[in-house]
């Protein structure tokens, strides 16, 4: 251990200091593929002015910073390539604001999204987006990393569902952002003022600043809540049918929206039911899960299976009974199918893309299997109101081919990149791809530079 990093631990005025190898050993990576890095410090901080000390001592000595909520995330956003500070928000765990009049419940970062859905419940209120990784997830992590969560048609992305942030900036300014940045104002509105500086820190995996407050918007619970899964011939009919319901707004009553290639499809209801006819199986599945007043959801579902009938589709119960519905009521039983936290050892990287794309996304799936025949591959893709996220999964063996999945996962980034996908959730793992956007990975690096000039905040993310 360094002089600097000993000056750094001796009077930090946190809660909790951890500095012995062995305890900081949970702190070396999250659950990607991307190689752990190595901690000289944990800071578990417990309030803003503990977030500040932190800072503020880091600068002093010159030492990186990086941020973990839950350690759930798969981009490795949070693995301290550079060493340094690890500022542990997990026991910042608090609702500091519930607001019913004005729609918004304001959290500390480290609450888990589990025990916040808990806390609503009894106010019939819930948020838009509930990651699978729902009872070990933050809802800090997940600003930080722009979380898919589980997406959603009607609430889009984690983003969308943020209606404010305070964030602790690199040189230990505490910032507001949205309406919250007026005094008195409190959270209401996030385009205001100005330009939207709550994007800014969304998605940054703590880049330009610690996330230290969120404020999400509320909606009731819904009363009814119900599956539907639609299978199709083939991709392209699929592609045509996701865009045809996003075109007419079909989405209204749709919290949850995702398709499966034929491969998942018949793997899943063949687990649960041994003699199921697979060759009567769909070649892509869609499955629905949707949310409102009863007569609101029956009629979404019936408008659902009458336009997939246009584009060649017909309900696919055996697969909304082996796996879909299971997902939706059950929402930890998908990563443990996964492997992903049992075993970790399943790769994913996400993507964005236009239905227009489907097809190409699945073919260069088809393409990695092809060229790594030595790992399974699987794909799919989650729908929100406009455009797709499409996730590509590796499994592997991480005690004895981890350094030979690394180069397949490599060429899975470059390989959808080159058939029109954009990265999403960026951090470490799409760090390559994104240096290579120009103009936009030069923005980046001006806002890095005039933000946090040392470049101590999260070395590594984002390309940065």
């Not at 999250?30 to 503990?50: F, H, K, T, Y």
């Not at 030492?63 to 973990?68: A, D, G, K, S």
């Not at 943020?162 to 230990?172: F, I, M, Q, R, W």
Request: some cysteine; charged content about 20%; proline content about 5%.
């Amino acid at each position: 251990m360094s002089a600097s990093i000993d000056r750094l631990g001796d009077g930090l005025a946190v809660s909790t200091v951890f500095t012995d190898p062995v305890d900081m050993l949970a702190y070396r990576r999250d659950c990607s593929v991307v190689r752990p890095g190595d901690p000289d410090l944990v800071a578990r901080v417990r309030d803003v002015a503990e977030v500040q000390a932190a800072v503020a001592r880091a600068a002093r000595e010159r030492q990186p910073v990086y941020v973990r909520g839950g350690g759930t995330m798969y981009a490795g956003g949070i693995n301290p390539h550079a060493g340094g500070v690890v500022v542990d928000t997990g026991g910042m765990d608090r609702v500091l604001e519930l607001d019913l009049a004005r729609g918004v419940v304001v959290v500390e970062p480290g609450i888990r999204f589990a025990a916040l859905i808990e806390f609503l419940r009894p106010h019939g209120q819930t948020i838009g987006i509930v990651p699978l990784t729902g009872p070990a997830a933050t809802v800090g992590g997940a600003v930080s990393a722009h979380a898919l969560g589980s997406g959603s048609p009607r609430q889009q992305g984690m983003g969308d569902c943020v209606a404010g942030l305070e964030v602790v900036l690199p040189d230990g300014t505490l910032l507001r952002t949205g309406s919250a940045a007026a005094d008195g104002a409190g959270f209401f509105q996030r385009y205001c003022i100005g330009p939207d500086l709550t994007g800014l820190f969304i998605g940054a995996d703590a880049t330009f600043g610690v996330v230290t407050a969120i404020a999400l918007w509320l909606y009731p619970v819904p009363s009814s809540r119900d599956t539907v899964s639609i299978g199709f011939a083939g991709v392209a009919e699929a592609g045509r049918f996701l865009a045809a319901v996003q075109g007419a707004e079909l989405t209204r009553n749709t919290w949850y929206a995702a398709g499966y290639e034929g491969s998942a499809v018949r793997a899943r209801v063949a687990a649960a039911d041994a003699a199921a006819d697979l060759d009567a199986l769909p070649g892509f599945c869609t499955g629905f899960d949707l949310g409102g007043d009863a007569a609101a959801v029956a009629g979404d579902r019936a408008r659902l299976l009458e336009l997939a009938a246009h584009h060649g589709g017909r309900e696919c119960r055996a697969f909304d009974a082996a796996y879909f519905r299971r997902l939706r009521y059950d929402e930890t039983y998908w990563y443990s199918y996964a492997g992903y936290f049992t075993r970790s050892r399943c790769a994913i990287l996400m993507s964005s893309l236009p239905c227009d794309r489907l097809e190409a996304f699945v073919a260069t799936v088809d393409g990695l299997r092809g060229r790594w025949p030595d790992y399974p591959w699987g794909a799919a893709v989650v729908l929100c109101r406009r455009g797709l996220h499409g996730g590509v999964l590796a499994f592997y063996d991480e005690r004895t081919a981890w350094d030979a999945v690394t180069p397949a996962i490599d060429d899975a980034a470059d390989a959808l990149v080159a058939a029109g996908c954009v990265p999403y959730k960026s951090a470490k793992q799409w760090a390559p791809q994104v240096r290579g956007f120009g103009a936009y990975s030069a923005t980046l690096g001006k806002l890095k530079s005039a933000l946090d000039p040392d470049g101590l905040f999260a070395p590594g993310n984002l390309g940065l």
